[in-house]
């Protein structure tokens, strides 16, 4: 039994928008999981399918042995699933620890706690929790966005482009984040643009063209492959 099962997933969404494409993907426990590809690929829609935010047409979603698919949000997070948007994840006109608190809804019992192990993992929001979340830059904005889907308790963290519009410098502490946050516990499915950096910090990845899965394999293995780091990594 698989950690989370993707298989043969068709979804889109309108009646006839169809953007996944029978798409597979597998995601076993303590690791993360990068799906790369051209834009338009269907990476973003694969997350939000496993989600809830897509219902998928047919193919099955399976998390710990348990059919997910079609599931609403609230209750795929219920499960320990979390999604982590590109845009608007947080409330800019909040404080950081407004953010969090609200983030805990599904579980105020364990807010204290999770407070404090989130604030022991990331310092600088503890540092300046009493400052309006709009005042963040990028990447503490997106820092905050992860803080949060953490007091859920997660059991998966799914990733939306985490470093997009971010400095190089800016994206290598999300990037360093990511794996602090996997070796607490946590497995992540990532979607990400920077194809190179992504595959150095993961596990595994898939690669979707067209909404259909094209290559996978080992992050390594992908990194070698040199008809990848052509195509998908921009080298000649």
């Known amino acids: 039994m698989s950690f ?6 068709v979804a889109g969404y309108g009646a006839h928008d169809e953007i996944l494409k029978k798409v597979d993907m597998v995601v076993e426990p303590g690791e993360i999981v ?21 219902a998928p047409r047919s193919g099955t979603v399976e998390f710990v042995g348990a059919d997910i698919a079609g599931l609403r949000p609230r209750d795929v997070s219920r499960r320990g699933i979390v999604f982590v948007p590109q845009e608007h994840n947080i409330f800019a006109s ?50 905050l966005a992860m803080a949060m889907a953490l007091m859920v308790g997660p059991r998966l963290m799914l990733l939306d482009e985490p470093t997009a519009g971010l400095s190089p410098a800016a994206a290598e502490k999300l ?22 950096r992504s595959l150095m910090v993961s596990d595994r990845a898939y690669i979707l063209v067209d909404g259909r899965n094209a290559r996978s394999g080992s992050a390594q293995e992908l990194i070698n492959d040199a008809e990848i780091r052509q195509i998908f990594l921009g080298e000649k």
């Not at 608190?101 to 503890?126: C, F, G, H, N």
């Not at 984040?177 to 643009?193: C, H, K, N, S, Y």
């Open 4 to 9: 989370l099962k993707v298989d043969q997933v």
């Open 34 to 54: 990068s799906i790369l590809g051209p834009n338009g690929a269907g990476k973003s829609t694969l997350l939000k399918t496993v989600a809830g935010l897509v």
């Open 94 to 143: 909040l404080s950081i620890e407004e953010n969090l608190e609200i983030a805990s809804y599904l579980d105020k019992a364990e807010y204290r706690t999770r407070l404090a192990q989130v604030y022991a993992r990331m310092p600088e929001l503890a540092d300046r929790r009493r400052l309006t979340a709009g005042a963040l830059s990028g990447g503490q904005r997106q820092s």
């Open 175 to 196: 990037f360093a984040l990511v794996r602090a946050i996997r070796d607490d516990g946590v497995t992540i499915a990532m979607v990400e643009q920077n194809a190179l």
